[in-house]
């Protein structure tokens, strides 16, 4: 998507403490013919992704306005934010890669201090690491909603879940911001349109790449342990024949979403992950004796980097299509069933009404 389009018109590269100078300017030129997109493509990328998440946002509005649940509610409010971070993350980084695509400026003459590089960098990394954690996240939150249904007097207040999307966002800014801070760097990129942290074998890049990667592994296979189990439980609930009649569809569509969200980011966000650890950690024996990253890690960066876009685009579409309104018009006989508090008919008359509230 954004890491398509041509390099810079420097001829020169960077001293190797810039943010110039990690690929060959002279090289990445002669490709440019070769070039598998062109501004138009990217322009209208970027659109769909932006128009998508618009209207994911206003569905989400609209939904949330007609909920009594307060579990479904606080879920919606993750939703929500996901939205909204994959929105602002399309149109922060177009707002500065569409316009070098027609205008094509030198990056060394307009950025000579690295201010845009550094504001672009950290925006890759704040929108690539906030959708890993609010996945983690919501599927933490509906864990313990379906496995410990009595382990809380109460669902999570719509003010408590934007508060956890308000710390999530807070952490991947504070995470985005440590190559400012002195720890890592982040550098233009092949072939010269973008910035990202920088794969080179020094002490504070090879930190910050895999602070970064780990991270977002972690993130994905905690929402894969989380999502599994969640599932299984709904699955026994579904095939206990005393209990096939007592499932909710809310929560069967709030895991299908969350499935959608995982698969998605999984397939995304892991190769591109693994990459950067495998990358980092081939080149520790040569630290301090490369300077340039080889032409082909450039390339196979980029690709991943294109690769993960389009989680930004496909998320929405998740919310979109894997709605009850539409699930039950694909399958008729989806209909509202009791809620798997069901499942502990041994209650209280006055707890139930609480729970259930």
Known sequence: GWGD????????????????????????RTNVQTSITSPWFSTAFGLIGLCSN???????????RKLSSQARSSFLVFLCGLVVTDFMGLLVT????IPYHFIKFAWTEVDPGCHL????GFSMVFFGQCPLLLGATMAGERFFGINHPFSRSTSISKRRAWSIVGLVWGFSC??????VLGLGRYTLQYPGSWCFLTLLPDTGDVIFCLLFALLGIFSVLLSFIFNTVSVVTLCRVY???ESVQRRRDSEVEMMVQLVGIMIIATICWMPLLIFIVQTVLQQLPASGQIHMLPMETQKMLLIYIRMVTWNQILDP????LFRRAVLQ?????????PSVLSLYPVLNPSLRRKLTA
């Open 5 to 28: 389009m041509e390099p810079s018109n420097s001829s020169e590269a960077g001293p190797p403490n810039t943010c110039f100078g990690v690929f060959n300017t002279s090289d990445s």
């Open 54 to 64: 618009l209207f994911a946002l206003c569905v989400l509005l609209s939904s949330s």
């Open 94 to 97: 177009a707002s500065v890669i």
């Open 117 to 120: 590089c550094n504001f672009l």
């Open 174 to 179: 504070l995470l985005g911001l440590l190559p």
């Open 239 to 241: 095939h206990d024949r």
């Open 317 to 320: 579409w998740v919310y979109i």
């Open 329 to 337: 018009r694909v399958y008729p006989s989806l209909r509202p069933r």
